[in-house]
């Protein structure tokens, strides 16, 4: 079974979009919200404590404990922050594949691969470009067998 | 030189939209506010007699804004795209064409093509795809094209199943429009008709104000308050949506499958049928999770049926029906089954209910009885100096009447008509669920989980309920109630459901 993890690029991506994100909320925060200054600074400290709390502290914490395994017979996922979950889907179940690929994937890293089963479905996401490519030609493998059923 | 460039652009342009879907898309790319913009915006340019000059000067802001929607709407459809090889097809949808969604023909479960009356004028075409992955709600690949490009796809998906070779000859079962008028008499819904009625109402007032609604309300009261005098107006108005309902099912039920075929060619069947709507659906037959023959009380009685077929995509959309035979005599649909789908298994190792449980069967439509007799008595009891209630309450009474004592005959005649039976890999499950009997018939293969549960009433009998789940995109369970517990098991065992 071969691993893959997530693009630890899509996180620094993540964190460089949501400080610039924060930095011009707090600007249309000062210009227009400045006849009530309690609501602009509590505006002001919601938006840099969820930059710091997903770009520091929840986000990391997933990149690390989040991982595909890719076999010929199955398809792992374990991912989780609070909780860890596995799911597990059989190759055999297969029925086609979805890749996104933003505008800049390739050097984003914000890539997502979603599997699709009978029953279900596998969401692999903050895939590399090279990453997505390759494990959609190895599952296109396993899809392109016929199956009985 | 000059013209070899001119060729290949002329060729380039061809070739952009031989892979797009039919510009008329562009429009259902647009919200609704385009209609609510463009509406007021003609009328205005009524009202000002078709002065360009002060209509642009007067409505800049509205006509730039329309501009906009549709330049956004342009743009997402130019993104769309899709293409096909000999054993994939390949779509690129969502927005700006950023969701890139690769099919194997050898996992397509149906494909389906509908041309509407509108469609047919601007030749255009809707294909939807499905797999036995994805929801039970939408299809897992859906989009509108020229005609042309729209047959050639479905082509070349059915024609990879088509090729590979089959012993049995090509055949064809085309319904008669007598059987057809009678499958729509039967099958009709009140209740589809008032949803088909509801999504178009509001879709129309949406785009045409307010005042639709009041003419249509204003309307319905006059002729409710001329009808007060010799029927209440609370029952007027549950007969006329009751009735309203059901002649509108019925209409697209006839509309959407004249001219209902079926032919079968190597490992496909091809469903064609309708007259406004015209369909076309490709049903891979190895991808058939069940069978299930319907009928009610009153078609057990005259020996005719309606076979269905549990495929994933096939019959998903509400004006679809899931019939590979809308309705036929018994001994015709025996013989239409065993030539397009190659099943000829008549007899069964059977388990059915003893005929002394016929008082579980028969329990609920009594309770039921019992229940509106009580209201009965308490009506004329209780309320005989309210004339407008118990007048209503009367009418509602013999309305719920007369169904509950069909129900209790339904339930009674059903002891003889449920049973599991097994052959050579093959299960059949009789039972009757509310007013209608089933007989489905599929592979043990298909069968996803088998579950025994007892009640502590069925306890003290040693009597179970078998449920059976078949293969589908949801849950799809079959009950075989009040078997005997030991029986049960055993015929588990032999037909090697017991692992599940």
């Known amino acids: 079974m071969k691993k893959y993890c997530p ?3 899509a996180l620094n991506f993540i964190r460089l979009f949501m400080t610039l994100a924060s930095f011009v909320l707090n600007y249309l925060s000062l210009k227009f919200l400045s006849f009530n200054i309690v609501l602009m600074w509590c505006f002001i400290a919601l938006f840099w404590s969820a930059t710091i709390f ?5 986000l990391p914490i997933y990149f690390s404990n989040t991982y595909y395994g890719i076999s010929k017979t199955f398809i792992t996922k374990k991912s989780g922050v609070f909780y860890i979950s596995k799911q597990t889907m059989r190759s055999q179940s297969m029925a086609f594949l979805t890749a996104i690929v933003p505008p800049f994937g390739k050097y984003t890293g914000c890539n997502m691969l979603i599997v699709h089963a009978m029953g279900g479905n596998i969401i692999m996401v903050f895939l590399s470009y090279e990453d997505i490519n390759e494990i959609s030609a190895t599952l296109e493998k396993e899809i392109k067998k016929p199956t009985k059923i | 030189m000059k013209n070899a460039k001119k060729k290949t652009a002329r060729e380039s342009l061809k070739d952009f939209f031989a892979h797009r879907q039919h510009p008329i898309k562009i429009f259902g790319y647009t919200t609704k506010y ?3 913009l463009l509406i007021p915006l003609a009328k205005y340019l009524i009202a000002v007699k078709f002065d360009i000059n002060s209509w642009l000067r007067d409505r800049w802001v509205d006509i730039l804004t329309l501009l906009v929607i549709f330049a956004y709407a342009t743009i997402r459809w130019a993104c769309v795209s899709f293409s096909y090889e000999k054993n994939f097809l390949i779509a690129k949808t969502g927005f700006f064409g950023i969701k890139r969604t690769k099919i194997y023909f050898n996992k397509i479960t149906s494909a389906s093509l509908e041309e509407s009356l509108f469609m047919r004028l601007i030749k255009s075409c809707r294909i939807c795809v499905d797999t036995p992955a994805g929801g039970d709600k939408n299809s897992d690949l859906n989009l509108v094209l020229s005609k042309k490009n729209a047959e050639l796809l479905f082509n070349a998906i059915s024609i990879h199943s088509k090729k590979h070779s089959c012993p049995y000859p090509k055949t064809q079962y085309k319904q008669r429009k007598i059987y057809m008028l ?13 949803i088909l009625f509801a999504s178009l109402f509001y879709k ?12 249509l309300l204003e309307q319905f009261s006059t002729i409710t308050s001329m009808l007060s005098k010799y029927v209440p107006t609370a029952v007027m108005t549950i007969a006329v949506f ?22 079968r060619r190597g490992k496909s069947i091809t469903i064609t049928g309708g007259i406004l709507s015209k369909r076309k659906h490709f049903i891979n037959v190895q991808k058939i999770n069940y069978t299930d023959m319907q009928q009610s009380l009153l078609m057990k009685i005259f020996k005719i049926c309606s076979v269905r077929i549990h495929c994933p995509g096939f019959g998903k959309k509400r004006s679809e029906i899931d019939a590979l035979i809308p309705i036929s005599t018994m001994e015709d649909v025996k013989n239409t089954m065993k030539l397009l789908l190659f099943n000829s298994q008549s007899s069964y190792t059977k388990l059915a209910p003893s005929k002394n449980q016929t008082k579980r069967f028969i329990f609920l439509p009594i309770v039921l009885l019992i229940v509106l007799t009580i209201i009965s008595v308490l009506r004329k009891l209780l309320l005989s100096k309210f004339t407008n209630i118990n007048n209503i309450l009367l009418y509602l009474m ?32 009789r039972y009757n669920y509310i007013y209608t009997f089933h007989t489905i018939e599929t592979d043990v293969e298909r069968i996803t989980k088998a579950e025994i549960t007892q009640n502590i009433f069925q306890e003290k009998d040693n009597v179970c309920t078998l449920k059976i789940y078949t293969r589908a995109e949801n849950n799809k369970i079959h009950f075989i109630r009040f078997l005997d517990l030991k029986k049960t098991e055993d015929f588990l065992k032999n037909s090697g459901l017991w692992e599940l």
């Open chain 2, 398 to 429: 013999v309305v719920l009447f007369i169904p509950a004592v069909w129900l209790l005959i339904v339930k009674a005649t059903s002891v003889y008509y449920t049973d599991i039976g097994y052959n050579e890999g093959r299960i059949r499950i």
């Open chain 1, 7 to 9: 693009c630890y690029q």
């Open chain 2, 34 to 36: 385009f209609y609510l």
């Open chain 2, 182 to 194: 009678i499958f729509s008499l039967l099958f009709s819904s009140t209740l589809s008709g008032a």
């Open chain 2, 204 to 215: 129309a007032s949406n785009y045409l104000g307010q005042s639709l609604e009041n003419k």
């Open chain 2, 242 to 263: 009751i009735g309203g309902g059901w002649i509108i099912s019925f209409v697209t039920n006839l509309l959407n499958n004249w001219n209902f075929t079926c032919f």
């Open chain 1, 54 to 58: 997903l770009g520091f502290i929840y």
